[in-house]
């Protein structure tokens, strides 16, 4: 399809009365197809309210599939409405959903700690922890913490943040004022509540929606933090003991609706094998000793289940496979000139 830039954002801008926000990304990846020479209508960009695509797509007829990304709350209503109006299709529509995710780092007495540092950092700040896989929680043995925690306040003290133009920043702004209200509000809890300290951290929005690098330390493993899918620079730590090792694995397992990825840090193989058991349905994406970001296609199909999605591993064939239709062909050379099997000859 036909795109225009100015009235592009002029039409998006009229409509949902918002900030052009990630649609102006989409919107330059269009342009590229069709700078590629790719025909009109092969993919269309259509920037518009979720409430027009439930109206004009999810109720047509001739809907075959819907490939989503978004959140579980929408993809749950989308799921619902296709139910609705199951009798009105030509076919059973095919569903795929990539939603949210409350990724997670378990570390054990035997994991490398500047390796765990990095990848804490990496994991929960960078895009200012704005994608589904950015790391939210991390449970940490008592007998590292007092070590790590030296070694990762000292090296978030060094993130720079500001204009995303100046490479030498490590993360920029949240993506809009909605965004940063929510945001600051958990973390000014967190700073009144008696079940966490916040350890560093804060955020400024004089000029843009900041929010610095903050950690959380929890004093309870539900603490909302602990818990809730916020999608924001801020990590929240749980400090558990020798005694609550069992207890946190089966927590960390368990205690989310989200499976979509998740890391755990030791270097002792049997732990590894326990931990790789024990979690195994607690991220649709599991790394060992590696943060719980930044799967390519080619390297790591991405996608999670439970809360998080139906789990079809975008990047792979598994999730090619669920747009296609196959049809079976047959052609019989010497066909059969008689109804009668050999079995029913008479004795």
Request: with cysteine; hydrophobic share 35%.
């Amino acid at each position: 399809m036909s795109v225009n830039e100015e009235s592009f954002k002029s039409s998006f801008t009229v409509h949902s009365n918002q900030s052009i926000k990630s649609a102006i990304s989409s919107y330059y990846i269009m342009k590229a197809f069709q700078e590629a020479g790719v025909p009109d209508g092969v993919i269309n960009f259509i920037p518009c309210r979720g409430s027009d695509v439930s109206k004009h797509v999810l109720s047509d007829p001739r809907l075959a599939g819907f490939h989503f990304t978004g959140s579980t709350e929408v993809f749950k209503s989308t799921w619902k409405l296709i139910g609705e109006n199951i009798d009105k299709y030509r076919s059973y529509p095919r569903l795929v959903g990539e939603t949210g995710g409350k990724d997670y780092i378990f570390a054990t007495e035997s994991a490398n700690i500047d390796a765990l540092v990095t990848a804490m950092i990496r994991g929960a700040y960078e895009y200012s922890g704005q994608k589904c896989s950015a790391l939210s929680r991390c449970y940490v043995p008592a007998k590292i913490w007092p070590q790590l925690k030296e070694k990762l306040l000292k090296e978030i003290s060094t993130i720079k943040v500001g204009d995303v133009t100046d490479f030498t920043n490590f993360l920029g702004a949240v993506i809009d004022k909605n965004a940063f209200d929510e945001i600051t509000g958990y973390i000014d809890a967190a700073k009144k509540s008696p079940d966490a300290d916040v350890l560093c951290g804060g955020y400024d929005g004089s000029v843009g929606w900041f929010i610095y690098p903050t950690l959380i330390q929890a004093k309870t493993p539900n603490y909302i933090t602990m818990i809730k899918e916020l999608f924001a620079p801020v990590l929240t730590v749980y400090v558990y003991g020798e005694d609550e090792y069992d207890a946190m694995v089966d927590h960390c397992a368990n205690s989310s609706i989200y499976a979509l990825t998740g890391s755990i840090f030791c270097e002792d193989r049997k732990e590894i094998a326990d931990l790789e058991d024990r979690l195994r349905h607690s991220a649709g994406n599991f790394n060992i000793n590696d943060k719980p970001t930044g799967a390519l296609t080619g390297q790591q199909p991405f996608g999670g289940a439970r809360g998080s999605g139906t789990n079809d591993k975008a990047g792979s064939i598994f999730n090619m496979i669920r747009w296609m239709s196959p049809q079976t062909i047959r052609e019989n050379l010497c066909p059969p000139e008689n109804y009668r099997y050999p079995y029913m000859g008479e004795k």
